[in-house]
């Protein structure tokens, strides 16, 4: 019954027209924008007018009606037919909502409408403000419920029958006494109540009892057995079996609660839903590896996993670093725990590909919701793999610091007694949730998996590494640069048949610290370990298997569906070598190093002169990439100057002069920056250059979290937010990029600051160490290479093509913004980030990551991938470091190489320093590989900015 | 709705004398072959328990007579897990023990509980002694004597609750390594084989729980209650059995430390808490 154009929507258009008219200009030009891009369905919301948030969108687009020609049935609507010259037909769609009470609410929309707008429209209908609790569910060919998403448009989420909807909440508050509004509380109830008679929230008799009465007191109110006659109770329902004797406790209950407000009874309900163990809890049918049943439930702190009633695992979204699914293969990969040293990956199979794809969106959306303090921008990827989902919405955190602004009086709140749960009932009286009755084509599944092995296998090389997993993720600038440097990376091709259809989001969040253990660093033993634990253990029990995250199940062939273009130029790029975590420099030694280094966020909240330095940096930036380059610059800038009035900038001076002049590098100089640079840059270089002790003081002192990336033991700093790269024995000599308005000045400076920081007291030593070879001048362009630095910020041409002067070489620098959900997107700074971020409500992180990357020469039009060999990972703490060493041998050409990342997470605040643990780590893997050679250069700098400057 | 109350509210204790058969089924019970048990002592030790429970604690206790009959039924705790207005009366693993339920089911039923028979569905098989709850979840140890079903048949009787399933290494039994020391205190001793338990304890939860470790394995099971006067009590092994965790104990602020030996049902794989079902009759509704 897919009834094109309501009547009643018609006879309102005309008024309506009347009243948009003159929006009408604005909403064609929203219409074509939307078209000018059909290419990005994903959500955009800030596509859309600020009024999208109010019914005015709606109203345009139905003013733009054209009643189509199918749906004049009705008399209605020829006279409602207004003429509107010149506009196209719309089709206007009649829409259902089952509504939480049990009524249907019926509006029309045209058929191009997006999600939100009806969303709005039905929020607004129940006059409810905390919505973003709540969702569209409509019903697909095999009766499963999925999620409206609101960015999209509604006609593509339906692709056929009626267009039938219910409202419904999504994410259940684990404290519905946080919650603003009575009425977000009433509506939260009526979800409840039908979760409870549907069987999807299980309760004992008891709790029936209790949470059958509280919803009578709130329904009916007092009992009075006068007014209520002696039967009433039975006409409500309360349980799933109800019988008579659960009536009759509810009615006992019931008579004590004179007195008690419709409010005060839910608050109570919800006091007692919210302690059941399946609240909130979205479950999906799905095998294990071994092809158990097993059901995946999603809630607000994590992954279960039971089977039939029992809960045998659990994975909280701290401990998980990425969700994928591929096919109808659902996979978690799990961080090692305090007792594990290597990250494993688990595999889900669902019945079928879109159960997998809606279990992920599921986990995507709960883990934005609840654990990250404002959504994941929007992968903008060019050559797209996997899905750009995301969540869109605000999270928890923005939703509660919304409502916390409401300013009404609390509306009344229209209790109509709920049809739902009446004795008529019931709509969804399906017990337990999604079910997905499909059963599973083990044999298919099983040869997925294998074939899903072998065509990942390079992935799986490279993806360990956080750092670049997080660059891949924030797409932009280091995505320019990739495809420039790597235009057709076979990999992408291996995994372009599904890429559409598979996708991964990493969960990267901020953890609580997990308790940094030392572990053994002496790699043979790691290497050891790791071999016996990578060898699948058949040995294991079904408990081992738990609790190590059943690496046996899933081999590291499985993992890793989804390939990010960084990661595989990095394979590619890496040269092959021997063990651990030396990299052999072959004998050809015609690759070009590689330089990624990360730089990300700038200094804390906490401290005010540094926060004063960091003034700059537009805490709006954090969330598009766009803005990035002014942060960087400015703090650079800030940076540089403070630094120079510490080093004598005569020495410095010449040898960036040399650099520049030796036309071994190439300056490019972004333009955009320049104002903003200009104009914010030099308030910023003035404040820190007055409170440059201040400053210094702080970027130990205060609550920082560095977390660095050192792929191949390059050498690297960090001091005061200034990113120092040396080059060590590889090759090429480091380089410091740079980005100024004036090239000359600016890049002074900033060599300055590098230089300068080697001079720094605390972690000279190491430095000189690792400079060794580098000599004296640590800035030096590699000798045999043309070096260009390019900083390419998002819409910026690819510093690639800019860059390089000469064709056979390039070093792209890249620059981007981690659009960092703070914490929780850190990849790397998960777990420290809570630390410092605990006690602030609204934490406010800034990643920053620069890219230096140097083209292999040789590999860089390297199609070949080569043969992976072995890949393993390694991960070892120290008390405020965890190394993750990931080793992969490939054969590629005849010649072998092995590639190993190390990535440093070096945790903590005050007490911390972390320069010199970075210093120290790269020392002690310099020493344990003294053959390696440095490709690339990763740090990545989360901090925290205070609220104050922050805003999303 | 009993529901999440904070552990360790109770008001009644049910207990089952020790026969004069005690430690005679210990032939056919291949965990203690040839353990030779003092049964004077046994029954001098359960009455200080018992004492303990009612003059101490405070609680009221229902005895049930000894059976020679049934040489374990003391071990009361293993045939019932009771959970607000709730008892599950549960399936023994060995046959003989089976009989022992009868008394303890009129027992419940009387004291108006909810009584709930695991039977014989799907060959269920639990104990109450692999049975941890800690006030707000379960955790059930799968061992020799209790099965995948019969925590199944937990969970479905305890609907409310998370019902996990840990593993409980070396033939030892979920309580014997554990035992809850306050609202959200778990007392676990420091073997290998109770910390692998703890991990997989700590993986599995959504709450929050303070953990107390203690050296011997014998001190880990202690009964907590608190008492009707609101304090804090906890039956634990005496100096003389456990003398390295004694210390152990002296960290649990402000509360009413009993020692309480059990040197003889130790002897047979039971403990403390394996000689009393408690029972909370006042229950409170939010």
């Given at each position: 019954?897919t009834?094109?154009?309501?009547?009643?929507?018609?006879?309102?258009?005309?008024?309506?027209?009347?009243?948009?008219?003159?929006?009408?200009?604005?909403?064609?030009?929203?219409?074509?924008?939307?078209?000018?891009?059909?290419a990005s369905?994903?959500n955009?919301?800030?596509?859309?007018?600020?009024?999208?948030g109010?019914?005015?969108?709606?109203?345009?687009?139905?003013?733009?009606?054209?009643?189509?020609?199918?749906?004049?049935?009705?008399?209605?609507?020829?006279?409602?037919?207004s003429?509107?010259?010149?506009?196209?037909?719309?089709?206007i769609?009649?829409?259902?909502?089952?509504?939480l009470?049990g009524?249907?609410f019926?509006?029309?929309l045209?058929?191009?409408?997006?999600?939100?707008?009806?969303f709005?429209?039905?929020?607004?209908?129940?006059?409810l403000?905390?919505?973003?609790?709540f969702?569209?569910?409509?019903?697909?060919v095999?009766?499963?419920?999925?999620?409206?998403?609101?960015?999209?448009?509604?006609?593509?989420?339906?692709?056929t029958?009626?267009?039938?909807?219910?409202?419904?909440?999504?994410f259940?508050?684990?404290?519905?006494?946080q919650?603003?509004?009575?009425?977000?509380?009433?509506?939260?109830?009526?979800?409840?109540?039908?979760?409870?008679?549907?069987?999807?929230?299980?309760?004992?008799?008891?709790?029936?009892?209790?949470?059958?009465?509280?919803?009578?007191?709130?329904?009916l109110?007092d009992?009075?057995?006068e007014?209520?006659?002696?039967?009433y109770?039975?006409?409500?329902?309360f349980?799933?079996?109800q019988?008579?004797?659960?009536?009759?406790?509810?009615?006992?209950?019931?008579?004590?609660?004179?007195?008690?407000?419709p409010a005060e009874?839910?608050?109570h309900?919800?006091e007692?839903?919210k302690?059941?163990?399946?609240?909130?809890?979205?479950?999906?049918?799905?095998?294990d590896?071994?092809?158990?049943?097993?059901?995946?439930?999603?809630?607000?702190?994590?992954?279960?996993?039971?089977?039939?009633?029992?809960?045998?695992?659990?994975?909280?979204?701290?401990?998980?670093?990425?969700?994928?699914?591929?096919?109808?293969?659902?996979?978690?990969?799990?961080?090692?725990?305090?007792?594990e040293?290597?990250?494993?990956?688990?595999?889900?199979?669902?019945?079928?590909?879109?159960?997998?794809?809606?279990?992920w969106?599921?986990?995507?959306?709960?883990?934005?919701?609840f654990?990250?303090?404002s959504?994941?921008?929007?992968p903008?990827?060019?050559l797209?793999?996997?899905s750009?989902?995301?969540?869109?919405g605000?999270?928890?955190?923005?939703?509660?610091?919304?409502?916390?602004?409401?300013?009404?009086?609390?509306?009344?709140?229209?209790?109509?007694?709920?049809?739902?749960?009446n004795?008529?009932?019931?709509?969804?009286?399906?017990?337990?949730a999604?079910?997905?009755?499909?059963?599973m084509?083990?044999?298919?599944?099983?040869?997925?998996?294998?074939i899903?092995?072998?065509?990942?296998?390079?992935?799986?090389?490279?993806?360990?590494?956080?750092?670049?997993?997080?660059?891949?993720?924030?797409?932009?600038?280091p995505?320019?640069?990739?495809e420039?440097?790597?235009?057709?990376?076979?990999?992408?091709?291996?995994?372009?048949?599904?890429?559409?259809?598979?996708?991964?989001?990493?969960?990267?969040?901020?953890?609580?610290?997990?308790?940094?253990?030392?572990?053994?660093?002496n790699?043979?033993?790691l290497?050891?370990?790791?071999?016996?634990?990578?060898e699948?253990?058949?040995?294991?029990?079904?408990?081992?298997?738990?609790?190590?995250?059943?690496p046996?199940?899933?081999p590291r062939g499985?993992?890793?569906?989804?390939?990010e273009?960084?990661?595989?130029?990095?394979?590619k790029?890496?040269?092959p070598?021997?063990?651990?975590?030396?990299?052999?420099?072959?004998p050809?030694?015609?690759?070009?190093?590689?330089?990624?280094?990360?730089?990300?966020?700038?200094?804390?909240?906490?401290?005010l002169?540094?926060?004063?330095?960091?003034?700059g940096?537009?805490?709006?930036?954090?969330?598009?990439?766009?803005?990035?380059?002014?942060?960087?610059?400015?703090?650079?800038?800030?940076?540089?100057?403070?630094?120079?009035?510490?080093v004598?900038?005569?020495?410095?001076?010449q040898?960036?002069?040399?650099?520049?002049?030796?036309?071994?590098g190439?300056?490019?100089i972004?333009k955009?920056?320049?104002d903003?640079?200009?104009?914010?840059?030099?308030e910023?270089?003035?404040?820190?250059?007055?409170?440059?002790?201040?400053?210094?003081?702080?970027?130990?002192?205060?609550?920082?979290e560095?977390?660095?990336?050192?792929?191949?033991?390059?050498?690297?700093?960090e001091?005061?937010?200034?990113t120092?790269?040396?080059?060590t024995?590889?090759?090429?000599?480091?380089m410091?990029?740079?980005?100024?308005?004036?090239?000359?000045?600016?890049?002074?400076?900033?060599?300055?600051?590098?230089?300068?920081?080697?001079?720094?007291?605390?972690?000279?030593?190491?430095?000189?160490?690792?400079?060794?070879?580098s000599g004296?001048?640590?800035?030096?362009?590699?000798?045999?290479?043309?070096?260009?630095?390019?900083?390419?910020?998002l819409?910026w041409?690819?510093?690639?093509?800019?860059g390089?002067?000469?064709?056979?070489?390039?070093?792209?620098?890249?620059t981007?913004?981690?659009?960092?959900?703070?914490?929780?997107?850190?990849?790397?700074?998960?777990?420290?980030?809570e630390?410092?971020?605990?006690?602030?409500p609204?934490?406010?992180?800034?990643?920053?990551?620069?890219?230096?990357?140097?083209?292999?020469?040789?590999?860089?039009?390297?199609?070949?991938?080569g043969?992976?060999?072995?890949?393993?990972?390694?991960?070892?703490?120290?008390?405020s470091t965890?190394?993750?060493?990931?080793?992969?041998?490939?054969?590629?050409?005849?010649?072998?190489?092995?590639r190993?990342?190390?990535?440093?997470v070096?945790?903590?605040d005050?007490?911390?320093?972390?320069?010199?643990?970075?210093?120290?780590?790269?020392?002690?893997a310099?020493?344990?590989?003294?053959d390696?050679?440095?490709?690339?250069?990763?740090?990545?700098?989360?901090?925290?900015?205070t609220?104050?400057?922050?805003?999303? | 709705?009993?529901?999440?109350?904070p552990?360790?509210?109770?008001?009644?204790a049910?207990?089952?004398?020790?026969?004069?058969?005690?430690?005679?089924?210990?032939?056919?019970?291949?965990?203690?072959?040839e353990?030779?048990?003092?049964?004077?002592?046994?029954?001098?030790?359960?009455?200080?328990?018992?004492?303990a429970?009612?003059?101490?604690v405070?609680?009221?206790?229902?005895e049930?007579?000894?059976?020679?009959?049934?040489p374990e039924?003391w071990?009361?705790?293993?045939?019932?897990?009771?959970?607000?207005?709730t008892?599950?009366?549960?399936?023994?693993?060995?046959?003989?023990?089976?009989?022992?339920v009868?008394?303890?089911?009129?027992?419940?039923?009387?004291?108006?509980?909810?009584v709930?028979?695991?039977?014989?569905?799907?060959?269920?098989?639990?104990?109450?002694?692999?049975?941890?709850?800690?006030?707000?979840?379960?955790f059930?140890?799968?061992?020799?004597?209790?099965n995948?079903?019969?925590?199944?048949v937990?969970?479905?009787?305890?609907?409310?609750f998370?019902?996990?399933?840990?593993?409980?290494?070396?033939?030892?039994?979920?309580?014997?390594?554990?035992?809850?020391g306050?609202?959200?205190?778990?007392?676990?001793?420091?073997s290998?084989?109770?910390?692998k338990?703890?991990?997989?304890?700590e993986?599995?939860?959504?709450?929050?729980?303070e953990?107390l470790?203690?050296?011997?394995?014998l001190?880990?099971?202690?009964?907590y209650?608190?008492?009707p006067?609101?304090?804090?009590?906890?039956?634990?092994?005496?100096?003389?059995?456990?003398?390295?965790s004694?210390?152990?104990?002296q960290k649990?602020?402000?509360?009413?430390l009993?020692?309480t030996?059990?040197s003889e049902?130790?002897?047979?794989?039971?403990?403390?808490?394996?000689?009393?079902?408690?029972?909370?009759?006042?229950?409170?509704?939010?």
């Amino acid at each position: 019954m897919t009834t094109e154009s309501g009547a009643d929507s018609e006879a309102k258009q005309p008024r309506e027209n009347k009243e948009t008219e003159k929006e009408k200009g604005k909403a064609k030009a929203a219409a074509a924008a939307a078209a000018a891009e059909p290419a990005s369905p994903q959500n955009q919301p800030e596509q859309f007018p600020a009024a999208a948030g109010h019914s005015t969108p709606a109203r345009k687009e139905q003013e733009q009606q054209e009643v189509d020609q199918v749906s004049h049935r009705s008399s209605i609507s020829r006279l409602s037919r207004s003429p509107l010259k010149g506009v196209k037909k719309t089709k206007i769609m009649e829409c259902k909502v089952a509504l939480l009470d049990g009524s249907d609410f019926t509006l029309n929309l045209e058929k191009r409408a997006r999600g939100h707008v009806l969303f709005d429209k039905i929020c607004e209908h129940l006059n409810l403000l905390e919505k973003d609790y709540f969702g569209i569910t409509c019903r697909d060919v095999e009766n499963q419920k999925n999620w409206i998403d609101p960015g999209k448009e509604l006609k593509k989420q339906i692709r056929t029958g009626p267009w039938n909807f219910a409202f419904n909440v999504k994410f259940y508050p684990p404290d519905p006494a946080q919650l603003t509004e009575d009425i977000t509380r009433y509506y939260l109830c009526l979800q409840l109540r039908d979760d409870v008679v549907s069987g999807r929230l299980p309760c004992s008799f008891a709790t029936h009892t209790v949470l059958g009465s509280y919803a009578v007191q709130s329904e009916l109110g007092d009992y009075d057995p006068e007014e209520l006659g002696s039967d009433y109770i039975s006409e409500l329902r309360f349980a799933p079996n109800q019988t008579k004797e659960l009536e009759e406790k509810v009615m006992e209950l019931h008579k004590t609660y004179k007195g008690m407000t419709p409010a005060e009874a839910e608050i109570h309900f919800l006091e007692n839903a919210k302690k059941l163990s399946m609240y909130g809890v979205d479950l999906h049918h799905a095998k294990d590896s071994e092809g158990v049943e097993i059901m995946l439930g999603v809630c607000s702190s994590g992954l279960l996993i039971y089977r039939d009633r029992l809960r045998i695992n659990r994975f909280a979204w701290p401990k998980i670093l990425k969700i994928s699914y591929k096919r109808n293969n659902f996979y978690i990969k799990i961080r090692p725990g305090e007792f594990e040293q290597f990250e494993s990956t688990i595999g889900f199979k669902l019945p079928n590909h879109r159960a997998a794809k809606r279990l992920w969106k599921v986990c995507v959306e709960h883990h934005t919701f609840f654990r990250l303090v404002s959504p994941e921008s929007q992968p903008k990827k060019f050559l797209s793999l996997g899905s750009k989902f995301r969540y869109s919405g605000r999270t928890q955190a923005q939703s509660r610091r919304a409502s916390s602004m409401i300013n009404r009086l609390a509306p009344l709140v229209e209790r109509s007694s709920s049809k739902r749960y009446n004795m008529s009932l019931s709509l969804d009286g399906a017990p337990i949730a999604e079910n997905h009755e499909t059963p599973m084509k083990d044999s298919a599944a099983a040869g997925a998996a294998k074939i899903l092995t072998k065509g990942d296998l390079i992935t799986t090389v490279t993806t360990e590494k956080k750092a670049e997993e997080e660059k891949a993720e924030q797409e932009d600038a280091p995505t320019d640069a990739a495809e420039t440097q790597e235009p057709t990376t076979p990999l992408r091709h291996d995994t372009k048949s599904d890429a559409d259809d598979d996708s991964e989001m990493r969960t990267q969040d901020t953890s609580p610290p997990e308790e940094m253990l030392k572990h053994q660093t002496n790699i043979s033993e790691l290497k050891r370990s790791f071999l016996e634990t990578g060898e699948s253990s058949p040995g294991l029990t079904e408990w081992e298997k738990r609790l190590s995250s059943s690496p046996a199940h899933s081999p590291r062939g499985d993992e890793a569906p989804m390939i990010e273009p960084l990661e595989l130029q990095d394979t590619k790029d890496e040269p092959p070598a021997s063990e651990e975590t030396k990299e052999e420099v072959e004998p050809k030694t015609t690759k070009a190093a590689e330089y990624l280094v990360k730089y990300v966020g700038d200094s804390v909240a906490t401290d005010l002169a540094s926060s004063s330095g960091l003034h700059g940096i537009s805490p709006s930036t954090t969330m598009d990439d766009d803005v990035f380059m002014d942060g960087t610059l400015r703090e650079v800038d800030e940076v540089a100057e403070r630094e120079e009035i510490k080093v004598s900038p005569g020495a410095v001076r010449q040898e960036v002069y040399q650099a520049i002049s030796d036309k071994k590098g190439t300056l490019i100089i972004l333009k955009e920056a320049d104002d903003k640079v200009d104009a914010e840059g030099k308030e910023t270089g003035a404040a820190g250059e007055e409170e440059e002790p201040a400053l210094r003081g702080e970027a130990e002192g205060g609550e920082n979290e560095a977390v660095m990336g050192v792929e191949i033991w390059s050498p690297k700093m960090e001091a005061n937010g200034v990113t120092q790269i040396k080059g060590t024995d590889s090759p090429k000599k480091a380089m410091a990029s740079w980005i100024s308005e004036v090239v000359k000045t600016e890049a002074t400076e900033v060599v300055g600051a590098s230089t300068k920081a080697s001079d720094a007291p605390q972690p000279g030593e190491e430095v000189q160490t690792e400079q060794s070879k580098s000599g004296p001048s640590q800035i030096t362009p590699p000798e045999s290479s043309t070096t260009s630095l390019a900083v390419s910020t998002l819409g910026w041409v690819p510093s690639s093509e800019k860059g390089p002067p000469e064709p056979e070489e390039k070093v792209v620098v890249a620059t981007e913004t981690e659009a960092a959900p703070a914490e929780s997107t850190g990849p790397t700074g998960c777990d420290v980030v809570e630390v410092g971020t605990k006690e602030v409500p609204v934490v406010h992180t800034e990643t920053k990551t620069i890219t230096y990357e140097s083209a292999e020469v040789e590999t860089n039009g390297d199609v070949d991938p080569g043969v992976l060999l072995s890949a393993q990972t390694i991960t070892s703490e120290t008390t405020s470091t965890t190394t993750t060493t990931h080793i992969t041998k490939t054969v590629k050409g005849g010649i072998s190489e092995t590639r190993i990342e190390k990535r440093i997470v070096i945790t903590g605040d005050t007490d911390i320093d972390h320069d010199q643990a970075l210093a120290q780590a790269i020392k002690e893997a310099k020493e344990q590989h003294p053959d390696m050679s440095v490709t690339k250069v990763v740090v990545h700098k989360e901090t925290e900015i205070t609220p104050e400057e922050g805003e999303d | 709705m009993a529901n999440m109350c904070p552990y360790g509210r109770f008001t009644h204790a049910v207990v089952r004398g020790v026969p004069e058969t005690f430690g005679k089924a210990a032939g056919d019970d291949c965990e203690k072959g040839e353990t030779s048990v003092d049964l004077a002592k046994a029954q001098r030790q359960f009455g200080c328990l018992t004492g303990a429970l009612r003059q101490k604690v405070g609680l009221q206790l229902i005895e049930i007579p000894a059976d020679p009959e049934l040489p374990e039924s003391w071990r009361i705790e293993d045939v019932a897990v009771i959970q607000g207005d709730t008892a599950l009366i549960t399936r023994p693993f060995k046959q003989q023990r089976r009989g022992e339920v009868e008394a303890v089911r009129k027992v419940v039923s009387e004291l108006n509980l909810t009584v709930v028979e695991m039977g014989d569905s799907g060959g269920a098989t639990l104990e109450g002694c692999d049975v941890l709850f800690t006030g707000r979840e379960f955790f059930v140890g799968i061992s020799s004597h209790t099965n995948h079903r019969g925590a199944e048949v937990l969970a479905d009787t305890f609907k409310d609750f998370a019902v996990s399933t840990v593993p409980v290494c070396g033939g030892a039994r979920l309580r014997n390594i554990c035992s809850m020391g306050g609202p959200q205190t778990i007392i676990i001793s420091n073997s290998e084989g109770a910390k692998k338990t703890l991990r997989m304890m700590e993986q599995l939860t959504d709450h929050h729980y303070e953990v107390l470790t203690v050296p011997e394995d014998l001190a880990a099971n202690c009964i907590y209650i608190k008492g009707p006067s609101k304090l804090d009590f906890l039956l634990h092994r005496p100096a003389e059995e456990c003398p390295e965790s004694v210390s152990a104990f002296q960290k649990l602020q402000d509360y009413t430390l009993l020692p309480t030996a059990c040197s003889e049902a130790s002897k047979l794989g039971g403990s403390l808490s394996s000689l009393c079902l408690l029972v909370n009759r006042k229950l409170t509704y939010f």
